[in-house]
């Protein structure tokens, strides 16, 4: 198959990592179904009759808006080859100041909205023998130690062991699986339409607050990752042989991700004689 015969649907692009991908493969001659919860953001934010473009007005959350815009992707350029989960929305907030509800929807888009997609796309992929399923996951899905994070770290660490499990499932098929981990990429992720914060904030969280207002207000703006670059980096990978699982993107993300296998190692050095006591006696 040619790389430009390739069709991508890729989720959450009217804006942002999933905006950037839809304009570089455009560009690159590729096929794109993209999607959008208003389809007017897409179109404007892409631009209207281009051939390859296909945009999508979905609702993540509702299964059966999923599969018509999976069958519309299909039905127009006659299959599907790569998938990007890319939809989602910060949620920063600690855990007791946040409510069942407001953490049942971050899962509701950054978990359930991506199964909904993977599930439904993998038919077309199992038939065909081939395709790529890309899971934007986050550095917070890999390292959970900031604080206000906690509800959207448990939404990017199911990203990322769902994906590694996928990846298990779907190889005899000849299809790949790939989490991508990115670290702070200069998109509109922390500006208030895209990171929800408590409704009920409770005082006594001084770090909570103290690590909000960094990211709202010193690191929004100034991230170092070029999101461009980043869907570069995507495309590239779709096109290799052996793709990785685990796919860091960004040098911050390299380093969080070291300090973290380091220090799961260290802990693990110290406690190993006592936590590995545990067999029976014989």
Aim: net charge negative.
């Amino acid at each position: 198959m040619k790389t430009e015969s390739k069709v991508w649907y890729v989720t959450g692009a009217s804006k942002g990592l999933g905006l950037s991908l839809v304009k570089q493969l455009l560009a690159g001659g590729y096929k794109v179904a993209a999607t959008s919860r208003n389809i007017e953001d897409l179109e404007n934010a892409v631009g209207k009759g281009n051939p390859d473009f296909l945009p999508l007005s979905v609702d993540l959350g509702k299964e059966q808006s999923v599969i018509d815009s999976i069958q519309s992707t299909v039905d127009n350029f006659g299959q599907i080859d790569v998938v990007v989960n890319n939809a989602g929305y910060g949620l920063l907030g600690s855990l007791e100041e946040l409510s069942d509800k407001e953490a049942r929807a971050n899962f509701e888009i950054n978990v359930f909205g991506m199964l909904n997609v993977t599930r439904n796309a993998m038919p077309y992929l199992r038939k065909q023998k081939s395709g790529h399923i890309f899971n934007i996951s986050s550095i917070g899905g890999f390292n959970g130690g900031y604080p206000g994070f906690s509800i959207y770290c448990a939404t990017k660490f199911a990203v990322a062991g769902l994906t590694e499990s996928l990846a298990a499932e779907i190889k005899p098929f000849g299809i790949h699986a790939t989490v991508v981990l990115p670290g702070y990429f200069r998109t509109n992720f922390l500006t208030p339409g895209s990171l929800s914060v408590p409704d009920h904030p409770i005082d006594d969280y001084a770090i909570v607050r103290e690590s909000q207002d960094a990211h709202q207000h010193n690191i929004n703006g100034n991230q170092e990752g070029d999101p461009d670059k980043a869907s570069a980096a995507m495309i590239t990978i779709a096109e290799v042989e052996n793709p990785p699982v685990y796919l860091f993107l960004g040098a911050d993300a390299y380093q969080t991700a070291e300090a973290k296998i380091s220090a799961v190692q260290k802990e693990m050095d110290q406690w190993e004689s006592l936590a590995t006591a545990t067999a029976f006696n014989h």
